[in-house]
């Protein structure tokens, strides 16, 4: 069965460091976003990517994040500077159209900014 | 704005017990409703949709009908069993030009033996 991927799947880094978290969504997909849950709490949006631009993000999604979809396979979520409060559990998912498809989530990079 | 609200959990059930996870949702147009499950240090899966009022979604037993009059999407299972412990989302999907799935809060479920 076809399935998300992503990697890491838990980084530790310093505050003020890059991180790069990848995604190979699955291939027949066209719809990509990047979603975030910090422990306990709810799965917040952050981002959607239709056609290799960005299609809607969130007001979390500010200037230091960005992402990319570098050769056709994967999808990257990039934090340049990272903050303690980015700690949290970042879920990469796909879906095939993207009104009513189904949502197909990777099991997380979990994220720990020290 | 576009939003979703579920009951508070967590709730804790005995084997065999009747589940009702209660959701209502604010939006503009006609969202899609969908329940989502994340078990234990897993990802989240889809566990049912609906995409029009009236319609009712249902997968493992669990069911949940598209109510537009009271904007509620309520999540049932008759006879919940220890496996069914997990966390359910209740979610929409809105266009706004791009697709942007709203997630309420979340309901942990815990299924006593």
């Known amino acids: 069965e076809p399935e998300v991927t992503q990697t890491p799947s838990h980084q530790v880094t310093q505050m003020g460091q890059e991180v790069i978290l990848r995604c190979v969504p699955i291939s027949n997909h066209l719809y990509f976003y990047w979603y975030r849950q910090i422990l306990g709490q709810k799965v917040e949006f952050l981002v959607s990517f239709y056609n290799n631009e960005i299609s809607e993000k969130s007001e979390i999604f500010d200037d230091q994040f960005s992402v990319e979809r570098p050769d056709g396979s994967n999808f990257t979520l990039k934090i340049r500077s990272t903050k303690l409060e980015d700690s949290a559990m970042y879920f990469c998912?796909?879906?095939?159209?993207?009104?009513?498809?189904?949502?197909?989530f990777g099991e997380g990079s979990r994220l720990t900014v020290l | 704005g576009d939003s979703v609200t579920q009951m508070e959990g967590p709730v804790t059930l005995s084997e065999e017990a009747f589940l009702t996870i209660n959701c209502t949702y604010t939006a503009t147009g006609y969202p899609s409703l969908f329940w989502y499950v994340q078990y234990p240090g897993e990802g989240l899966q889809l566990l049912l949709k609906?995409?029009?009022?009236?319609d009712k979604g249902s997968n493992k037993g669990f069911e949940a009908t598209y109510r537009k009059e009271t904007t509620s999407f309520h999540l049932e299972k008759g006879s919940v069993q220890v496996s069914d412990s997990a966390v359910y989302f209740c979610a929409l999907i809105i266009n706004t030009g791009g697709f942007k799935t709203i997630f309420g809060a979340g309901t942990r479920l815990f299924v006593k033996a």
């Open positions: 998912a796909s879906t095939e159209r993207g009104g009513v498809g189904e949502l197909f």
């Open positions: 609906a995409t029009k009022a009236d």
